[in-house]
């Protein structure tokens, strides 16, 4: 259990802080995914590759969950840049930063499956087999989610006029 937790406790925290876009509340989801874990699954006797999928499909859930449960809003804790020195690399990281952190809000205007969808493949990396492991459906839905999560998100990118250089 030590050894998956090393392993995936930094992955399942960002999987959920980009869900939830909150960093206590994806901190306690982490931890109260791995509770639930070790309580249902410690002794299964899983595979390290199955027990990490298992662990996300627990976060996952937890945070429809959570956020069913409470409004939460979303807290923004970005890092102060001096943008006055001329440093043409500092304001590249300064403008992908931010050009990052609008594209996850428009992560709230998703379906939730679709939201799950996206994070897994193209953030955690996730084949469409284990996505549709994950979400519990078959992988022809979990192409179909990523595909029209993606679309969406490009609709609301030349909505906003969110167009990287």
């Known amino acids: 259990m ?9 992955r399942i925290y960002d999987f959920l802080y ?6 206590d509340t994806a901190m306690d989801l982490m931890q109260d995914s791995f509770l ?5 699954y410690g002794t299964a006797g899983l595979s390290e590759e199955k027990s990490i999928m298992v662990l996300y499909t627990i976060a996952r859930n937890l945070s ?24 043409p690399k500092l ?26 969808a996206i ?4 953030v955690e990396g996730f084949q469409l087999s284990q996505i549709s492991d994950i979400l519990g459906v078959s992988i022809s839905t979990a192409s179909r989610l990523v ?12 909505r ?5 250089d």
């Not at 639930?36 to 249902?40: E, T």
């Not at 990052?100 to 709230?108: A, K, T, V």
């Not at 993606?150 to 030349?158: D, R």
């Not at 906003?160 to 990287?164: C, F, Q, S």
């Open 147 to 158: 595909i029209r999560a993606t679309e969406k998100l490009q609709a609301i990118a030349l």
């Open 18 to 23: 980009k869900y939830t876009q909150n960093a």
């Open 64 to 87: 429809i969950n959570y956020a069913k449960k409470f409004s939460t809003t979303r807290e923004l804790h970005t890092e102060d840049i001096e943008l006055h020195s001329h440093n």
């Open 2 to 10: 030590s050894q998956i937790y090393e392993k995936s406790h930094k």
């Open 160 to 164: 906003e006029n969110l167009i990287p």
């Open 119 to 122: 994070l897994l493949k193209n």
């Open 91 to 116: 304001e590249k990281v300064a403008e992908l930063q931010d050009l990052e952190e609008r594209l996850y809000s428009f992560l709230s205007e998703l379906k939730e499956d679709e939201r799950s």
């Open 36 to 40: 639930s874990f070790h309580k249902h």
